[in-house]
């Protein structure tokens, strides 16, 4: 069993920067994919990035291509989203999620979430 706590979620004007950050327990987080999902009001959740167990393959929304970064520290267990000139559609509640090589089918393992509010 993984858990997944987010962080770093907050207020931002257009334009800002945030930085999210996933902590997992376990000892097997450098073995998963890790990504990161959001879902906005109203909305269904969405894809935003993605990043395999050794950080060397990532893969983006085209919606954030270019302006979020995902990374990884395996010493730390822990995902981060660098998210760079945020808009007000970025407002969402984001999610940190664990995909297990060892089991079948999607993302396994969902954290609670950290709310994002962009202002314009």
């Known amino acids: 069993q993984v858990q997944l706590v987010e962080s770093g979620g907050g207020l931002v004007q257009a334009g800002g920067s945030l930085r999210l950050s996933c902590a997992a327990s376990?000892?097997?987080?450098?073995?998963?994919?890790m990504g990161w999902f959001r879902q906005a009001p109203g909305k269904e959740r969405e894809f935003v990035a993605r990043?395999?167990?050794?950080?060397?393959?990532?893969y983006y929304a085209d919606s954030v291509a270019g302006r979020f970064t995902i990374s990884r520290d395996n010493t730390k267990n822990t995902v981060y989203l660098q998210m760079n000139s945020l808009k007000p559609e970025d407002t969402a509640v984001y999610y940190c999620?664990?995909?297990?090589?060892?089991?079948?089918?999607?993302?396994?393992?969902w954290g609670k979430g950290t709310l994002v509010t962009v202002s314009s």
């Open positions: 999620a664990a995909d297990s090589p060892t089991k079948v089918g999607g993302w396994d393992y």
């Open positions: 376990g000892r097997t987080f450098s073995t998963y994919t």
């Open positions: 990043i395999s167990w050794s950080g060397k393959s990532t």
